[in-house]
């Protein structure tokens, strides 16, 4: 009689995430100097600003390459102003039943192929380190992914179904990046704010050793560049002014120094990427005369939209996709996020 995984219906093993980072390399210099340029950005001894944009998720390896090689060549044109990191998510946490994202389900048919899933994902990682671009990425699962990915990140997110979770605070007080916290789908900035002083400051919290693969205790010094990421709500949208200053005055009587990204979509643009141009637009006034606004976050795709694909993938065929389309959340399209940019930097330099 088996008494434990008696729920387990396949497990398929894995290449060490040590082994499969040497098998992979990322260039180590390339990723420093993103991640060095994104904690000055956020300390404020760089006047830029931080401007986290792309897919909501990445499904297709063509397109995401695609994806990085404009986001490269818009990174060059507003280089004085903004820093462009790709917004680059190979998992999603799901509310409900829906797709988790390329390293779980890379075939998008509910088969596991974990081995494909992660190789891929680091070859894009090294192609964008290529490129000279820096990644950024949502923390989900916090125990195993984070290992073979991180090394590859210049910054990185708690989304807002995670925001007050315990293991996503200690995760986020040992990473090498920083890390911004968003606020929850209620709204509650005194939470999210108790969660990124819990991530600044040292925490005890267990995972894997890197080299042995072994199950490991860890103590961890604080992450000093943990911020407040606003993202709206399911009431309504946090990114106006009056909104930024309240949450910057709650910070400073916490303690915790007032540094915030705005995310563009989700509660603030009512996942609308028409709206999403308005909060940007928005969003970039406020960086002209604030220095609470560090950065914003958009959500850009090749074509505009998304399409749908089933909540239950089971035998779904993959290449019934259309080209060009997201498939979770609804991206702006690459032309507008050009105009969108111009005008940005337009208002800001």
Not at 26 to 33: F, K, P, R
Not at 229 to 253: C, F, K, P, Q, W
């Amino acid at each position: 009689m088996r008494i434990s995984d008696v729920n387990i219906d396949k497990e398929v093993r894995v290449t060490p995430a040590a082994e499969m980072r040497g098998e992979i390399p990322i260039d180590e210099a390339a990723v420093l100097n993103r991640r060095d340029e994104v904690k000055r950005i956020l300390e404020g001894v760089n006047s830029r600003h931080l401007l986290i944009a792309g897919p909501c998720s990445i499904h297709d390896l063509g397109e995401t390459k695609y994806i990085l090689q404009e986001l490269r060549s818009i990174a060059d044109a507003v280089k004085d102003v903004f820093l462009v990191v790709a917004r680059f998510c190979p998992e999603k946490p799901r509310t409900g039943i829906g797709w988790p994202g390329y390293i779980w389900d890379p075939h998008m048919n509910g088969t596991l192929d974990p081995e494909k899933s992660l190789r891929d994902v680091r070859h894009l990682m090294a192609y964008a380190a290529t490129l000279g671009l820096g990644l950024a990425a949502e923390f989900v699962d916090t125990d195993n992914v984070p290992r073979y990915i991180t090394d590859g990140l210049c910054y990185g997110w708690i989304g807002a179904r995670t925001s007050e979770s315990h293991f996503h605070h200690a995760h986020a007080s040992r990473t090498s990046v920083p890390v911004g916290i968003k606020n929850s789908l209620s709204g509650s900035l005194e939470n999210v704010i108790s969660g990124i002083k819990k991530a600044r400051a040292p925490a005890v919290s267990g995972g894997r050793d890197l080299p042995t693969d072994s199950f490991a205790m860890f103590t961890s010094k604080g992450n000093a560049y943990a911020h407040l990421i606003l993202r709206g709500t399911t009431g309504g949208t946090n990114y106006d002014r009056e909104s930024v200053l309240h949450a910057g005055r709650l910070m400073n009587a916490a303690g915790v120094p007032p540094r915030i990204v705005i995310d563009c979509n989700h509660g603030n643009s009512g996942k609308d990427p028409e709206k999403q141009i308005k909060v940007f637009t928005d969003v970039s006034q406020q960086m002209g005369y604030t220095s609470l606004t560090r950065g914003a976050m958009l959500e850009v795709y090749i074509n505009a939209g998304a399409q749908k694909i089933p909540a239950d993938l089971t035998g779904f065929d993959r290449r019934t996709l259309r080209s060009g389309l997201s498939v979770t959340d609804a991206c702006m399209s690459f032309q507008t996020f050009k105009e969108v940019m111009k005008e940005a930097y337009r208002m800001i330099n």
